[in-house]
Each structure stands twice: as structure tokens, then as C-alpha cells.
């Protein structure tokens, strides 16, 4: 019914800059909140930032001030400007949105992930 689809990770240099984009597809649905996660092994997925249908941000204080999320409510879609990036960045990225869908219960949708390793 949602997909979350994201793009945008790869491979940088420490002190470089990637933007991770989330586009949410589908009908009958209206966001809440969307934001973003990261996960390495063996750890636990961590929230990185978040931002509220009304614009309202909250950062992981390992990011803040190099990283910037925004959205573009017309087309559903969320971003993520990292920069200057460090190693201990690597991770791979996970797009979340709080979701209300038409007749359903409120829910939360993951994207497929995107890798972001960032070299020594």
C-alpha cells in the first residue's frame, strides 16, 4: 500500500557530503512525522533526525550541526544533507514514517536502507 523508497548513500571521504533522499508512494495515507535511522553491526538502530508534518526537527546529538534534514511536503518526500562526515558515520541508513492510513490504524514504514561508508 506505502512504499518508502530511498537513494543517495555511497562512499566518501571523511570531511565529504552526501544527501539522502526518501520519497513516500502510494495513496490513502498522511504523514505524521518522518525521519531518519542508522544501523551497524551489532548494534542497535539509532534515530539521526526527525521532522514533524509541521517542521518541527530533532537531531541525535552525534549529528547535530552537520547534519540537516528537511522535507518537501508536496512530494512526500524527506532529506537528509550530511556534512562533514566521519568515519564513525558508517551506517546503514533507514527512512521511517508515522503514517495514518485511511481506515486503518496508524502506522510506521520503514525503506529498504541505503549504505553510507564514510573512509578513513
Known amino acids: 500500500q506505502v512504499q518508502l523508497v530511498e537513494s543517495g548513500g555511497g562512499l566518501v571521504q571523511a570531511g565529504g557530503s552526501l544527501r539522502l533522499s526518501c520519497a513516500a508512494s502510494?495513496?490513502?495515507?498522511?504523514?505524521?512525522?518522518m525521519g531518519w535511522y542508522r544501523q551497524v553491526p551489532g548494534k542497535q538502530r539509532e534515530l539521526v533526525a526527525t521532522?514533524?508534518?509541521?517542521?518541527?526537527?530533532n537531531y541525535a546529538d552525534s549529528v547535530k550541526g552537520r547534519f540537516t534534514i528537511s522535507a518537501d511536503n508536496a512530494k512526500n518526500t524527506v532529506y537528509l544533507q550530511m556534512n562533514s562526515l566521519k568515519h564513525e558515520d558508517t551506517a546503514v541508513y533507514y527512512c521511517?514514517?508515522?503514517?495514518?492510513?485511511?481506515?486503518?490504524?496508524?502506522?510506521?514504514?520503514w525503506g529498504q536502507g541505503t549504505q553510507v561508508t564514510v573512509s578513513s
Open positions: 521511517n514514517a508515522d503514517l495514518y492510513i485511511l481506515y486503518s490504524s496508524r502506522l510506521n514504514y
Open positions: 502510494g495513496t490513502g495515507f498522511s504523514i505524521n512525522a
Open positions: 521532522i514533524t508534518s509541521g517542521g518541527s526537527t
